[in-house]
């Protein structure tokens, strides 16, 4: 069975130059199957409203719900590093708030980290986690929870000028405490920029390889997820097509009476049956 890594062990692939794999996971049974695969940290996403839930952005996630998966996805994954999103409103209002809902979902879940969005005007918030001696992933570039001050689901740091306003984010949360920062959806000089001059891990999602490691969405790389795909998302499968094939497989054969066949159920222990019939006629008389 593997060690769990740690962020000792991140801060040496960065400097050996040995990439961070990095997926999200919801549930156990994607947990356990990204941990039999090596996968390096997982991320237990508000994307689940997206992705599970149904919702179409990650605004309306709870506490209870980012709980209730990451305790899954711990169950599953017992020897990954666990990274918890904090969703909407849990760390925004106040340092004191962002302390008490991380430590909720540090001490009720098990994860080994909590992940939040922002830069400059979150660092306050980020040194107060730290300072209660829990780890904070940052996230910067595109952050769907502020998609709407974005104007929706873009890419950032186009121009020069706003790049160098996330490279600022970037050193404001890395002072704060951030043991890792993820970019989201920035041009890779921009990456590599923020990344040369960190002394921390930084990971991309869709942010090119200039860093330390790689993000993607389960559900994009699975082919599951099917509102829209991200430019930046390669499919290594395409299980959506494959499920519904299976469904519709299924369907054909319950409607046709060859499913179940005998293989698929269970008999009754030796003489049982005509022992029944007897009991029927007694029970009948």
């Known amino acids: 069975m593997a060690r769990k890594k740690t962020v000792l062990d991140f801060q040496k692939m960065r400097r050996n130059g040995d990439k961070i794999v990095f997926l999200t996971a919801y549930d156990h049974p994607t947990a356990m199957l990204e941990e039999r695969a090596g996968v390096d940290m997982i991320l237990v996403g508000d994307s689940v409203g997206m992705c599970l839930l149904g919702y179409d ?19 599953g994954a017992p020897n990954t590093f666990v990274i918890a999103d904090m969703p909407f409103m849990s760390y925004q209002v106040s340092p004191e708030d962002a302390v008490v809902n991380a430590g909720r979902l540090i ?104 860093c330390a490691g790689q993000l993607l969405i389960v559900s994009d790389l699975l082919g599951i997820f099917q509102s829209f ?46 022992r029944l019939v007897e009991l029927l006629k007694d029970d009948e008389d």
Request: net charge negative.
């Open 57 to 75: 952005s990650t605004i309306p996630v709870t506490m209870d719900d980012m709980v209730r998966h990451t305790q899954a996805v711990r169950r």
């Open 107 to 210: 001490k009720e879940t098990g994860a080994d980290a909590v992940k939040l969005e922002g830069g400059q005007r979150v660092a306050e918030h980020v040194r107060a986690i730290t300072d209660a001696g829990m780890l904070v992933m940052g996230h910067l570039g595109l952050t769907p929870q502020s998609a709407g001050q974005l104007g929706g689901f873009k890419a950032q740091a186009r121009d020069a000028e706003t790049a160098l306003e996330i490279m600022k984010d970037a050193r404001a949360v890395e002072e704060a405490g951030a043991f890792s920062i993820l970019i989201e959806a920035i041009p890779p000089p921009v990456t590599r920029i923020i990344s040369e001059r960190s002394d921390i891990p930084i990971l991309s999602i869709g942010a090119g390889a200039n």
């Open 229 to 274: 795909t991200p430019k930046f998302v390669k499919k290594y499968a395409d299980l959506a097509d494959d499920m519904v094939g299976a469904f519709e497989a299924y369907g054909e054969d319950v409607r046709k009476g060859s499913f179940p066949e005998t293989q698929h159920t269970y008999g009754m222990a030796s003489g049982e049956e005509d």
